[in-house]
Structures are given as C-alpha cells and as structure tokens.
C-alpha cells in the first residue's frame, strides 16, 4: 500500500529544490519503498498527460472561420461607407480652407472693385455648393451609414461580447 | 484590427480541450469553441502574443460556465450562487474501478475528470497545457501561491485515484 505522499515530492518533480535538499530526497528514495513507487507514479503521470490534449475537430474550427467570414462580409459595406463619408468630410474641408484663403487674398489692392466683387459672388456660390454637399453628407450618413442605430435596430444574430 | 483565421489555429486544440474537460459534452464544446475563437478574432490583435493563451483559457472557462449554468437553467436545477462552481462542475461519474481498463491512460484520463474543481482545472492548465504558474493564476483569478498548492493537492488526488486501482504490480517503479 502506498503511503502519504512525500511533501517534497512535487517540488521534487518540478526541479525546485537545492542541490542539498535533492540530496537528501534521492538518499530517503533509495531506502523507501513506498516513496519510491509513488514517485515512479508520479513521473508515469507526467509523462502521460501531453497526450491527453484535447484535439479540436477539423468541422469545428471550419464552422468558426466560415461565421468570421460572414462577419467580415457584414462588415465591409459599413466600413466602405464610412470610407466614403470621410472622402466627403475631407473634401469639404479642403474647399473650406480654401474658399478662406482666398476671400484674405481679395482683401489686397492688387484686383479691382468689380473684379472683387465678382470673385466673392463666385465664391459664395462655391460655398453654396459645399454647404449643399455637406448637407447631402449628413443626409446620406444618418440614413445608410448608421441607418440602424438611429432608427431600428436590423434583426440579426447578437454576437457574444 | 481582427486577427487572421491563421492565427486563431494555434489555440483551438486547447480551447476545444479545456471547454470539454468542463463539460463533458462534444456539442457543447465545440459551440463554446467556436464562440471563444470569434471574440478571439475580434479581440487578440489588442492582446500581446505571449499572453494570449492565458486569455483564451480565461475566455474558454466563463463561457463554459456560462453553458454549464445555461443547461441548468434548462434542466431547472437550482443552485446557490455561492456553490454553482462545485455544483455545476462535480463529476456524476462513478469512482474509478480497476477492472474497467487496463490502460493506464485511460485510467488518468477518467481520474482527470473525477477531480472536483478547481483543482481538476489547474492540473489541466498546468500539466497538460503547460501554462506557466502566474497564467493559471489569471485564468483562475486565484492567488499565485494558492495556485501552487492546489496543484499539489490535484496532483496527490491523482495519484491516490489511480493507486486504488492499479495493481502493486503495476505501482512498482
């Protein structure tokens, strides 16, 4: 019958012992029949286990990459509208600052009356524009970028979080 | 940015591994594997590389509680919050007879999964996914040194388990 486990024998197994103390365990080994058949059971078990990995079935790891494609393909139409949002966005601020700059510019005395007055009439249409291209924007993000999240909710499966 | 399905591969055996030593149902498992590697997906690129086993297994171990308390709710066993580890997680499996095989892996494999929790998990994440001490530790959200001593007590259940059914012969070294 096997007695109580040594209390060194797992920090035995695992090689956290001083040279001394590894010693001292080998020489009690050597005389003790039952601490000798506990440890040989001991690394038996050691040795075994790697091979008790569990194996992850080829249809189950398939199942999960063919869902992540699926959530990839969900995902590609939002973020190609939010792509195409920030193409507007950047735009819109390009002709901004610009439109800016040169409103300073016809500040100076180098152009004529006229030639000032029809450079801000050309301007302000230009900034008409934007504001328009900036209006559709805000139309188009609040109705196809973010359609669900601020009107209903689309039915579809809640992922875990 | 999502991690490729590449990526994922080299965690699935022991995400499918861990979930099933918890539940002890193939369907289950592979559900909660599947769950596990798409937050994975998801996640892993924000987890450093050497850390993302220990939070795969910490992922794997709530989601199979969460199954494990799930198919309560479903059988309408009702349990204390207090107890739903030990109570959802002890084996229903009779004692280990030594006349049922003569395999020795097999043996162990059955006594793995006689051990109560937590130290069925610890020895699991220690001696067959060989994660380090501090990783159990997190996954387990125990102290370290008391990581250290259930390990020592699984390891000594083990050993008493398959004593009792292994021959004198076959406990000779």
């Known amino acids: 019958m096997i007695s109580t486990a040594h209390p060194d024998l797992d920090a035995y197994l695992d090689g956290a012992m001083t040279d001394a103390e590894r010693h001292a365990i080998e020489a009690h080994l050597a005389s003790c029949d039952a601490c000798a058949a506990e440890l040989a059971l001991a690394e038996r078990i050691s040795e075994e286990m790697p091979a008790l990995r569990g194996q992850c079935p080829d249809d189950v790891f398939d199942a999960a990459v063919a869902r992540i494609a699926r959530l990839e393909r969900d995902r590609a139409p939002i973020r190609a509208s939010r792509l195409r949002w920030a193409a507007v966005a950047a735009a819109v601020a390009v002709i901004g600052v610009a439109g800016l700059q040169l409103l300073q510019g016809l500040s100076s005395d180098r152009y004529s009356p006229e030639e000032v007055a029809e450079a801000r009439q050309q301007i302000e249409l230009a900034f008409g524009l934007v504001g328009k291209a900036t209006g559709e924007a805000s139309t188009y993000i609040r109705f196809e970028v973010f359609p669900d999240q601020l009107t209903e909710p689309r039915d579809r499966r809640v992922d875990i979080e | ?173």
Not at chain 2, 50 to 78: F, G, H, P
Not at chain 2, 149 to 164: I, S
């Open chain 2, 1 to 173: 940015m999502p991690l490729p399905p590449s990526a994922l591969a080299a965690h699935r055996h022991r995400i499918y591994g861990y979930a099933l030593r918890l539940l002890r149902d193939q369907q289950e498992a592979a559900d909660v594997t599947q769950d596990v590697l798409i937050r994975l997906w998801r996640h892993g690129d924000g987890i450093a590389p050497e850390r993302r086993a220990a939070w795969v297994m910490r992922v794997t171990r709530n989601a199979s509680l969460d199954a494990l308390r799930a198919r309560q709710s479903r059988t309408r066993y009702i349990v204390s919050h207090d107890d739903i580890d030990q109570s959802i997680l002890s084996n229903g499996h009779s004692p280990v007879a030594a006349t049922e095989s003569a395999d020795f892996r097999a043996l162990l494999d059955r006594a793995i999964d006689d051990l109560e929790e937590p130290y069925r998990s610890i020895v699991v994440l220690r001696e067959i996914e060989e994660l380090p001490y501090q990783d159990i530790a997190d996954v387990m959200d125990l102290p370290l040194n008391t990581v250290k001593v259930y390990l020592h007590r699984g390891r000594r259940r083990l050993r008493e388990a398959l004593t009792a059914c292994l021959s004198a012969e076959e406990l000779q070294p």
